[in-house]
């Protein structure tokens, strides 16, 4: 029989993350929502139509400032508490009454920025000259032109609960409404959901498991893409009339502004990835086929390892033995966040009934990062911890020199710090051993896990994802059989004719969450092409580009991706980085590919 996993009440306390740090109380977390609720109209009502005053803005500025800290605490709250175990309704509640109150506050909070684009040009100019917070203004300033009349941005802050209805209807379906009925496979009956199927069945190194395992999870996904569909068809035409509405000649134009980033530099990331990493990704994909045997290379074996019998299992309490001999390079101050993330349980280890799926960092302003993850004992996921505790290093370090308006790095530097810590731990690895069969396991680990994940997996996402708004921005309405063959289309191009696409991998696109968070999956591979080139940098000059490396941390969000990658020595205005990186993928496939021929001659 499978192993069915517990309830999140039996789980080892010292598995799951404290949010204490936050909130000791549910109750307190209520009487929060009211005070600032209460202290946004008293807000309101003591600047609105007032911020004519440059000076006035300023004070006005830092009060505004104290509010979002404690948003972004109820906000992070209720997120972590929902995340862990879906399924409980005191959970639930938690997270629709912070959803039903947050556009209350917004609304009060509304007038701030469009009063600022009010001021003539000269007195903007002056406020960011003076000011505690010019990136922010800058930002603010790059909008103007978008900004709507202060009565419409208002109304459309308070609206914003039903507008961002369709990733909480996502995740209902997702996570509540999937029924998985478990399979049966030699003799044995296997339960299956969400986190199983990914941290466990789709890399099981059995064929015929794998291709039941996927069958069944496919099978469980159809019969719900109807409303999947519609509910992701409902975020992105929002996106459209909102886009509209300001006056975008596109959604991806709208999406990223925000982000701070061209049109050309989206593009680039999606294209020579599709053009020039897809050559490499096929012949990784011959070797998977060639070392497992297989007659078909199918879609549902992309995942497998290439020596599944070398993964090792490691224990939570080892893994702090590999995490702080990758992470030490970065210095004392940061290993001790490390620490201080195991000790002071910032880290939801716990695998249990109703938690999400996958991995994240959250990190509220007000108190210091938590840690999401699903630990199942194998060494792969010291990768995914250095990943998800690059996020709290970063954050802790932005948030330590930032004021709370200056301290988030733009969507696309975002991963560029996770995405390194994960080639630090492989640099550290692969120091620590000569033995083929764990080299050829860690250059396995990271093309499969890092690279494939970020810019494979998520790339392919994001081609999609701009084939879709391009539809949307043509006046299409997308349905689910639409969907599906975005996705096949997407995959075709990528692998040609070196996998064969099983049928079910079309519906790829319903499991990802990303696509209800703007253009966000494109950054990973960004974030990784700015990750790798740093990786380089520490291992070649050491000390000078660490100190750079903290420096750009350092920077939070009070520069431009471009100000910040250039502060750490990368040049992301060309495509210079983005080939190396792709280069560099090229070099570990080959090395996997000579290991392997020096296993496979050792064993004759």
Not at 306 to 317: L, Q
Not at 570 to 578: C, F, S, V
């Amino acid at each position: 029989m499978g192993k069915t996993l517990p309830f999140r009440n039996e789980v080892p306390t010292n598995e799951t993350w404290d949010t204490k740090h936050l909130f000791v109380s549910d109750q307190q977390f209520f009487e929060t929502i009211e005070q600032t609720l209460t202290k946004a109209k008293s807000f309101n009502h003591k600047y609105s139509k007032r911020l004519t005053d440059i000076d006035l803005v300023e004070t006005a500025l830092d009060e505004y400032s104290d509010l979002l800290i404690t948003i972004d605490k109820m906000a992070n709250f209720a997120e972590l508490r929902l995340s862990v175990d879906t399924t409980d309704s005191a959970e639930q509640t938690l997270s629709s009454k912070f959803s039903t109150n947050y556009g209350k506050i917004a609304s009060e909070l509304a007038f701030v920025e469009s009063e600022i684009l009010e001021l003539n040009g000269v007195q903007l100019e002056n406020l960011i000259a003076n000011s505690k917070y010019p990136h922010y203004l800058t930002k603010l300033k790059d909008k103007h032109r978008y900004q709507l009349a202060p009565e419409v941005e208002k109304a459309l802050a308070s609206l914003s609960p039903t507008l961002d209805g369709a990733y909480e209807l996502y995740g209902i379906t997702k996570m509540l409404d999937i029924d998985f009925e478990s399979f049966e496979h030699n003799g044995q009956n296997y339960p299956l959901d969400y986190t199983t199927f990914e941290n466990e069945y789709e890399d099981n190194p059995n064929e015929l498991f794998r291709m039941k395992s996927f069958k069944h999870f496919s099978d469980a996904l159809k019969k719900y893409q109807h409303t999947t569909a519609a509910t992701y068809n409902m975020k992105v035409q929002q996106e459209k009339i909102e886009s509209d509405l300001r006056g975008y000649d596109s959604v991806i134009d709208y999406l990223l502004q925000e982000q701070e980033v061209t049109r050309e530099m989206f593009d680039r990331q999606i294209d020579v990835i599709m053009s020039d990493l897809a050559p490499i990704m096929q012949k990784y994909a011959k070797l998977i086929k060639r070392v497992h045997g297989l007659e078909v290379m199918k879609f549902e074996d992309l995942k497998v390892s290439i020596d599944p019998e070398f993964e090792p299992e490691i224990s939570i309490d080892d893994s702090k033995r590999y995490i702080y001999g990758a992470l030490n390079v970065l210095g004392q101050d940061y290993l001790s966040m490390v620490e201080t993330a195991y000790h002071d349980r910032w880290i939801d280890f716990a695998q249990n009934k109703g938690k999400e799926t996958g991995a994240y960092c959250a990190s509220p302003y007000a108190s210091h990062s938590y840690v999401f993850i699903s630990w199942t004992g194998k060494m792969a996921e010291t990768f995914v911890l250095a990943h998800e505790l690059g996020h709290a290093g970063h954050f802790t370090l932005a948030q330590q020199n930032q004021n709370y308006l200056e301290s988030e790095a733009s969507m696309y530097f975002v991963e560029a710090p996770s995405t390194m810590n994960e080639m630090l731990m492989a640099n550290y690895l692969f120091e620590h051993s000569n033995d083929p069969r764990f080299k050829r396991w860690v250059i396995g680990s990271i093309v499969s896990r890092t690279y494939y994940h970020n810019m494979v997996t998520h790339l392919l996402e994001a081609a999609y994802q701009r084939e879709v708004y391009n539809r949307v921005d043509a006046g299409e309405s997308l349905t689910a059989p639409r969907l599906n063959e975005i996705m096949r289309d997407v995959y075709s191009q990528f692998f040609g004719d070196s996998v064969k696409l099983t049928e079910g991998a079309e519906l790829t696109w319903m499991r990802q969450p990303h696509y209800y968070m703007g253009l966000y999956s494109y950054t990973y591979s960004a974030g990784l092409t700015i990750g790798t080139v740093m990786s380089q940098r520490i291992k070649q000059e050491g000390q000078i580009a660490v100190d750079d490396w903290l420096a750009t941390l350092s920077a939070g969000g009070s520069k431009t991706p471009t100000e910040l990658a250039s502060l750490a020595g990368i040049d992301i205005t060309t495509d210079q980085p983005l080939k190396a990186t792709i280069q560099y993928i090229g070099k570990l496939v080959n090395e996997l590919e000579q290991l392997t021929d020096e296993i496979e001659a050792t064993n004759k």
